[in-house]
């Protein structure tokens, strides 16, 4: 009887060791073919292991590994926008103007309830030439925990010909500290809403490359018009995404990249191995120098 008491045990830890579940051991690791290359050549990267999911960053912006979980860059905000002014001879009928206490209430009493900054001075407008540049619109007085939103607010009389502005190719770019620069938003994206204020006959119109406000013939009526962007964050940026390269279906020995701009570059590839009882991870970092 005895004999069948520390048998039993035994036994019991045998079965439960062989039904042990885990994640496979996680061996893997990457290197180039060359690092220095000219733009537009081909790095082949070789692999070796076999994890069950690999990601590639290039170290290209958009791609960089170390701002996979980035969502705010501070920077200096820019304005850079072109304008054409036409017809008519009524002056001061274009204005810009922004806020950061606008309450997303896009009417006339939303509009009122704001403080709205007018930047219109910061910026050089069209006296008749198409696509007239605005220059570089500093707008780091705007940066905070709160959206900013831009805005433009055309006033013409229905004494004489009115003007038409149009404003394409607006972008307000974030410029950091090493020269590069992330797009806060486009005129495509900026998610205008017009407004018109006491009865105007003429709106503001928009579309993915134009915002334009046309004035109209003498006695057409007086105009205040205004167009809004959605809220715009400053300082938020999208973190920076791989390419998936393989899942645990598929098996991937190389992996080959073409970098087309010249500059210095830290490719990382990240392997893991995962399944319900867990997961492990590990990264491969090099470095690609890309000559002219």
């Not at 733009?39 to 082949?44: K, P």
């Not at 690999?54 to 304005?79: I, V, W």
């Not at 607006?170 to 806060?184: F, T, W």
């Not at 990382?268 to 000559?291: P, R």
């Amino acid at each position: 009887m005895m004999k069948k008491i520390f048998i039993l045990p035994a036994l019991l830890l045998v079965l439960a060791a062989c039904n042990k579940k885990e994640v496979a051991s996680l061996h893997f690791d990457v290197s180039a073919d060359k690092t220095a290359i000219k733009a537009g050549d081909t790095v082949t990267f070789k692999i070796s292991g076999n994890p069950d999911f690999l990601t590639f960053y290039s170290g290209e912006p958009g791609h960089q590994y170390e701002y996979k979980d980035r969502t705010n860059a501070d920077g200096t905000p820019q304005l850079q926008f072109t304008s054409y002014r036409q017809y008519g001879t009524q002056n001061n009928t274009l204005n810009i103007l922004v806020s950061t206490d606008f309450n997303n209430t896009y009417t006339a009493d939303g509009i009122a309830a704001a403080h709205w900054t007018d930047i219109t001075s910061r910026a050089t407008l069209s006296t008749g030439t198409d696509n007239t540049p605005s220059g570089v619109i500093d707008l780091s007085d705007f940066k905070s925990d709160k959206p900013m939103y831009l805005a433009f607010k055309f006033n013409g009389s229905t004494a004489s010909t009115q003007r038409t502005w149009t404003i394409k190719n607006l972008v307000i770019n974030n410029v950091l500290s090493n020269g590069s620069q992330i797009a806060v938003t486009t005129i495509a994206d900026a998610g205008w809403v017009p407004i018109n204020l006491n009865n105007s006959p003429r709106s503001w119109t928009y579309n993915a490359t134009q915002i334009q406000f046309q004035g109209g013939a003498a006695g057409i009526g007086d105009n205040l018009g205004w167009i809004i962007t959605k809220p715009v964050f400053l300082t938020k940026v999208s973190p920076d995404r791989g390419v998936a390269l393989k899942n645990v279906s598929t098996r991937m020995e190389e992996y080959q990249y073409v970098y087309t701009t010249a500059g210095s570059y830290t490719p990382v590839f990240v392997a893991s191995n995962t399944n319900i009882y867990g997961s492990e991870t590990t990264s491969k970092q090099l470095s690609i120098t890309v000559a002219p």
